[in-house]
């Protein structure tokens, strides 16, 4: 829970205002529904916490590989 915006809400407003870039958004929340509400609010991946720097990395590449093939 973020003090001004909450996760989705920032993923959003990013969105709306023009970023392009890649966003993950890591959350404690494991549900189903609440990973659905971030992709559709703009987010390219979700993970959920704990999450091991490795993992992190690991996605973050997948990631990038896939926006760079996209691009």
């Known amino acids: ?3 001004v ?3 989705i809400e920032a993923i959003r407003h990013l969105r709306e205002n023009g970023y392009g870039g890649a966003i993950i958004a890591l959350s404690a929340d ?7 509400k971030c992709l559709e ?3 390219d991946e979700t993970l959920t916490k704990p999450i091991s720097r490795a993992d992190l990395v690991r996605h ?9 093939v996209n691009a």
């Open 1 to 3: 829970h973020m003090p």
């Open 5 to 7: 915006l909450n996760g």
């Open 30 to 36: 494991a549900q189903l529904a609440t990973r659905q």
């Open 41 to 43: 609010a703009g987010a």
């Open 60 to 68: 973050c590449r997948e990631l990038l590989n896939r926006v760079r």
